[in-house]
Structure formats: structure tokens, C-alpha cells
């Protein structure tokens, strides 16, 4: 809930999310002092994750609301730690506010970020706060727990597994860049079914992230074009471009990609462990680069960048 009258200057903001902030067995000391003290797990290993939202280049105020972009810049962490597989325990905001938006800015962030931490049990347990006459600047740093096995890297996907994906892609501009869901619970599922080989985050877009995997893997991929998850939102936009090229090129999604033996993946094709979609875009192959399998079964390559331009000029 906004409060009536916002905070009126650093410390009372301090003070005001410090009131907000809810207590978590992990966090021994949390807002107030000097540093945050923390209450790992023994032996467990511990994930680190930050991201920075600048107004003007990540968001434009006119076209999201301050508890949007809270939400946002938390989400975005959350959902690093769960392309780790790892579970979120403790964020650390850094803000600089805008001295000319006032109070009411700097509370409805709060909002966003608190509902967001809520709704994923993860501790505000500090930061920083600014206020100058630049942009709206928020940095924050979330602190996790990977999984028993250890995190779930980039560079572990090998020949022959089989490549997923979570939900449906394409066409986050129209609304989910700034209300999707971190794949938090659906990543920690996943891993507690089945050994995850390789997992990224889609930040950039399928094809984009899904090459990040292929280059730290040091291998190639099939996709089957016809077995894409295009978004409604995808099929709805009319800017020219079609829907399977918004699933393959549209970032912020915040989905996840991931890959598994084709044992496991048979297994997660029988028995979803997660609350949303799971779809087998295709196979890690030996090699390098992706490929677009089409429904005629010819191979094209699919270039992690540059990849729209050269699609509609093959058409
Ligand atoms: P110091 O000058 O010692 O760094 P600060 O006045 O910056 O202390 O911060 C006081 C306490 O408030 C610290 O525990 C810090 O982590 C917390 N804090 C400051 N700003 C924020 C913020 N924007 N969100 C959450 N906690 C904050
Ligand atoms: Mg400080």
C-alpha cells in the first residue's frame, strides 16, 4: 500500500522501507546498519547477481509507472539467479533519484520492488540511496543459493540433448517486458526433476541467448521451426515482421532456455514438474551456430544477430 505522504528525504525513505522490509531467516542483520549480515547455508554455494535500469535507455517514465519499473528491476535479477537454478534470497537496491520527481517516485519503486520481493520470499536487506539532478538510476544486487548439485552454467550443454524452452516467446513490448514473472519456482522444479546440463535466461531473445550456450558449450543447435512457442503477443503485433521472427528475435521475455538428455527431456515431456509450458525446441549437435529446421525440412542458418535482416530478405 502507498502510504499517505511519502518519505521527504534520504533517511526517512531509509526509514520507510526499513518499516516495509520483511524479516527473513536468513538475514540476521538486515536494513540499518553498516552491512547487511547474512546467514548462509554451510557449504552451500552462494550466487551474486547485478543489474543496472537507467531511465532514458532501459525505461522512459512516461511509459511505465514507477511500481512497473521497481518490479522490473528486481525481476530481472531474480531471474539471473534462476537461470543458476538457484533459489533468491537477499536484494541490495542502489538508487539515484531524480531530484525533480519528488517523493512519490522514490515510495512507488518501493512499491514494485517490495511486492516483487514478496511474491519470490526475498529479503531487502540494504543499499544505497541518492538523490541528484540526473535520470532515475536503480542498480540492484540480488544474493542466492545454488541448488544441492551446484549452479546450472552456460557451458554445460552437450551433443545430443535436447533443447527447452519455458512459456510461449515473441512480443514483450506489448506488456510482459515489464510485468513477466522470474522463471524463479519453475527453474528450482525443473532442477529438482531432472539434471539441468545447460540454462540461460532469454534477456536478449532466443536466438541471441540461446548462442551464448552454444559458444560457452563449445557446440551447434537444431531448432524446428514448427515446433516454436510464438506468444500471442507475437502473433498480434502488425509491424511487418512475422510472428516466428519476433519468437526468435524479441528480448525480455525472461524465459528460460535449457537443455537436457533426451532421456530426461522424455521425462519432462511426460510429466511437466513446473506450473507453465515446456516446449523441445530441438538438439544440441556437434559444431557451431544454430539452425532453423523448416517445416520442409531444410536447414537454414539462424545467426544470433543480424538474423532479422536476412530472414526477410529471404522470403
Ligand atoms: P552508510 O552511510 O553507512 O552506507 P546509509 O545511510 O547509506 O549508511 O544506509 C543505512 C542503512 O540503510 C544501510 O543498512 C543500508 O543498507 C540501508 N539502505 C540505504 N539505502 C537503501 C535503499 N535504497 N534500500 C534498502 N536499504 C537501504
Ligand atoms: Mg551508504
Redesign the pocket.
Known amino acids: 500500500m502507498l502510504p499517505d505522504r511519502g518519505p521527504s528525504h534520504e533517511?526517512a525513505?531509509?526509514d520507510w522501507?526499513?518499516g516495509k522490509a520483511a524479516a527473513h531467516p536468513r538475514v540476521a542483520v538486515?536494513?540499518?546498519?553498516?552491512?547487511?549480515v547474512l546467514q548462509f547455508p554451510e557449504r552451500s554455494n552462494c550466487l551474486v547477481t547485478v543489474d543496472m535500469l537507467m531511465e532514458g535507455t532501459d525505461f522512459l517514465l512516461d511509459s511505465a509507472t514507477p511500481r512497473q519499473i521497481g518490479r522490473k528491476s528486481l525481476g530481472v535479477n531474480l531471474s539471473d539467479i534462476a537461470a543458476m537454478a538457484g533459489t533468491p534470497l537477499a536484494a541490495?537496491?542502489?538508487?539515484a533519484l531524480p531530484r525533480r520527481e519528488g517523493e512519490t517516485l522514490a515510495s512507488e519503486l518501493y512499491v514494485g520492488i517490495d511486492e516483487m520481493a514478496r511474491e519470490f520470499d526475498v529479503a531487502?536487506a540494504?543499499?544505497?540511496?541518492n538523490t541528484w539532478d540526473g535520470p532515475l538510476v536503480i542498480s540492484i544486487t540480488v544474493l542466492g543459493e545454488a541448488g544441492p548439485g551446484g549452479a546450472v552454467l552456460r557451458s554445460g550443454a552437450k551433443e545430443g540433448d535436447w533443447i527447452f524452452c519455458t512459456g510461449s516467446l515473441g512480443g514483450s513490448i506489448s506488456g510482459k517486458h515489464l510485468d513477466f514473472i522470474p522463471r524463479v519456482r519453475e527453474a528450482i522444479a525443473l532442477r529438482d526433476a531432472v539434471p539441468l546440463q545447460s540454462m540461460i535466461d532469454i534477456s536478449d531473445g532466443l536466438a541471441a541467448d540461446l548462442f551464448h550456450i552454444l559458444e560457452e558449450s563449445r557446440v551447434g543447435a537444431i531448432l524446428d521451426e514448427a515446433a516454436i512457442p510464438v506468444s500471442p503477443a507475437a502473433s498480434e503485433l502488425q509491424d511487418g515482421r512475422s510472428p516466428l521472427e519476433h519468437a526468435l528475435g524479441d528480448g525480455e521475455d525472461f524465459e528460460l532456455i535449457f537443455t537436457v538428455t533426451p532421456e530426461n527431456g522424455q521425462r519432462l515431456l511426460t510429466k511437466n514438474p513446473c506450473a507453465v509450458s515446456l516446449t523441445k525446441l530441438g538438439e544440441i549437435v556437434s559444431g557451431t551456430g544454430c539452425q532453423l529446421r523448416g517445416r520442409d525440412d531444410k536447414l537454414t542458418p539462424l545467426p544470433p544477430l543480424g538474423w532479422k535482416h536476412q530472414f526477410h530478405n529471404s522470403r
Open positions: 533517511f525513505l531509509i522501507i526499513r538486515g536494513i540499518g546498519d553498516d552491512a547487511a541490495f537496491v542502489a538508487v531487502l540494504g543499499g544505497d540511496t
